[in-house]
């Protein structure tokens, strides 16, 4: 069944953009992608104050990137301030940090801070690993290179975070741990790159 959308006195949706806008809004608040779609493509919401991925972070322990990335990673909604299985930590120091943060009950997600750019952006490795990798992380049985090899789902992730500017993209992704390139893994040095890596289609 589908969905009647409010029309104006042109015919065409109430505030929608013009044809060469990217997005369309919506009087009822919901947006679409392009004219073409509007009947096949979900409408998402359109918060009136986004929020960034930095939100709820009342302790302090994990930057912007590798945090925003490891958030935009994760397969589970986060546990809630307060919660017993909310995991916001930092393993080892210096260029040997593996961040960590949880993914549901039975993974977590690790990160590292790669390099960055003259330009404000950071680049971070981050993956997908068993709660007991970082058990065994955290006890000191495995270092943070360990973890990466160990890991699932990894992937090189950019942030940008500069006043009015907040953003996340894919870099690039790796099957498992054993593709990861190794001046990717800690404790390799934080790299200065010279130039932006280009982009990754997931």
């Avoid at 930057?63 to 909604?77: G, N, V």
């Avoid at 006890?139 to 992730?157: K, N, P, T, Y």
Wanted: glycine fraction near 12%; proline fraction near 8%.
């Amino acid at each position: 069944m589908g969905i009647e959308e409010p029309t104006g006195e042109d015919g065409r949706e109430s505030g929608a953009a013009g044809g060469d806008e990217l997005f369309q809004s919506r009087a009822d608040g919901q947006l679409h992608f392009t004219p073409d779609t509007a009947a096949s493509v979900f409408p998402v919401t359109a918060p009136e104050n986004a929020t960034p991925l930095s939100e709820d972070e009342p302790e302090g322990v994990i930057p912007p990137s590798p945090l925003w990335a490891m958030k935009e990673r994760r397969h589970e909604q986060w546990f809630h301030v307060g919660h017993p299985g909310r995991i916001r930590a930092c393993v080892g120091e210096g260029d040997a940090a593996v961040y960590v943060i949880d993914d549901g009950s039975l993974h977590c997600m690790i990160g590292r801070r790669v390099g960055a750019t003259d330009d404000g952006c950071v680049y971070s490795l981050v993956a997908r690993v068993a709660h007991s990798t970082f058990d065994s992380l955290l006890s000191g049985a495995i270092d943070g290179r360990q973890a990466f090899l160990d890991a699932h789902e990894a992937g090189l992730s950019g942030t940008v975070d500069q006043p009015g500017v907040s953003n996340i993209f894919d870099v690039d992704s790796y099957r498992h741990g054993g593709e990861i390139p190794a001046e990717y893994l800690p404790p390799s040095p934080f790299i200065e790159f010279a130039t932006d890596l280009p982009t990754a289609d997931r």
